[in-house]
Nanobody
Framework: QVQLVESGGGLVQAGGSLRLSCVAS????????MGWYRQAPGKQRELVAR???????NYADSVKGRFTISRDNAKNTVYLQMNSLKPEDTAVYYC?????????????WGQGTQVTVSS
């Protein structure tokens, strides 16, 4: 079993910055992709950013140029640096990790961390 613990959310004014962290622990043989998703009230959960094992990244168009995803494989940790935050970035942010379980990679989710951007 894999556990994910997120941190770094909070309240920030528009234009400000936050850095989210997500640490994976437990029975981890191998981790593939790591990513961040978000869900605003009344909306579906959406991909914010994902980083593959080799470091390649992809971002939602709405955050390109403002957010940066990175990972530390030795620490099983993924980060999301969020700059130039906007009120529309307000959401619960979830970490997702694809970890090897037996022969397959399974998706594990964190509990979510609230990010609120005031105007």
């Amino acid at each position: 079993q894999v556990q994910l613990v997120e941190s770094g959310g909070g309240l920030v004014q528009a234009g400000g910055s936050l850095r989210l962290s997500c640490v994976a622990s437990g029975s981890i043989a191998s981790i593939n992709g790591m990513g961040w998703y978000r869900q605003a009230p009344g909306k579906q959960r959406e991909l914010v950013a994902r980083i593959a094992t080799g470091g390649s990244t992809n971002y939602a168009d709405s955050v390109k140029g403002r957010f940066t995803i990175s990972r530390d494989n030795a620490k099983n940790t993924v980060y999301l640096q969020m700059n130039s935050l906007k009120p529309e970035d307000t959401a619960v942010y979830y970490c997702k990790v694809e970890a090897l379980s037996g022969l397959y990679y399974l998706a594990y989710w964190g509990q979510g961390t609230q990010v609120t951007v005031s105007s």
